[in-house]
């Protein structure tokens, strides 16, 4: 796995402040309420606003 369940336990989104989870492709991290992705790179995930897509 590319990010540790413990790191995965405590990120959030930095908009809405709602959980995030790991794509099923993990190529990165999707917010359950606002639906944006951030980008994991190196296996660090980019939590900034605007390196995140919104996905639907």
Do not use: N
Not at 40 to 47: A, F, G, K, L, N
């Amino acid at each position: 796995m590319v990010i540790s369940e413990d790191l995965l336990a405590i990120l959030v989104c930095p908009l809405c402040k709602a959980t995030v989870e790991l794509k099923a492709d993990q190529s990165g991290l999707k917010c359950v309420q606002c639906h944006r992705v951030y980008p994991i790179r190196d296996e660090i995930p980019v939590m900034l606003v605007d390196e995140a897509k919104i996905e639907e």
